[in-house]
């Protein structure tokens, strides 16, 4: 058995030159499956509420001095959504203005394609986990910049399926 314990605190935050705080974030996807274990290629991402309210999101969190950017990415989706998978090229870099904190933040976005959804995982009690169609995932994502990452993504899968 795996025990997980997200991180806490900024100690180890990185900070750009002009001090933004960089976080990083994945968008963990999958191709959808038939009852009959046949994929269908029908794409799906998995959102997660935020901690404070219910408002839907990809995960993301801080980019800390001890790891890479997907290293970072990874751990946030096992932190916050308990998925596990493969970490693909980055989508993109953004800079956004944090809606709680006033301060504008520099993004950077991965592709996780999932391979692993765990059972247990460290913020389950805090944050509410939903699989939808992209649409779906356009509609309810509160934030402007996953919403880009999430444009791009498609157009990469859909470039190689071509």
Known sequence: ML????????????YDNLGRRQVVGCIPYRFKCSS??????????????????????????????????EEAALRESIEEAGVIGNVECELGKWYFISKSHGKVYEGHMF???????????PEQNVRRRVWMNVKEARDV????WMKEALDILVERLNSLQQ
């Not at 994502?141 to 402007?144: D, G, L, T, V």
């Open 111 to 121: 592709p996780l394609l999932v391979n692993e959804e765990l059972d247990f995982w």
């Open 36 to 69: 009959d274990g046949i994929i269908s290629g029908e794409l799906e991402v998995l959102l997660i509420s935020s901690q404070k309210c219910q408002k839907m999101m990809f995960p993301k969190g801080g980019w800390e001095l001890d790891e890479s950017r």
């Open 3 to 14: 025990c997980l314990v997200s991180r806490t605190g900024r100690h180890l935050q990185r």
């Open 141 to 144: 994502c509160q934030h402007w």
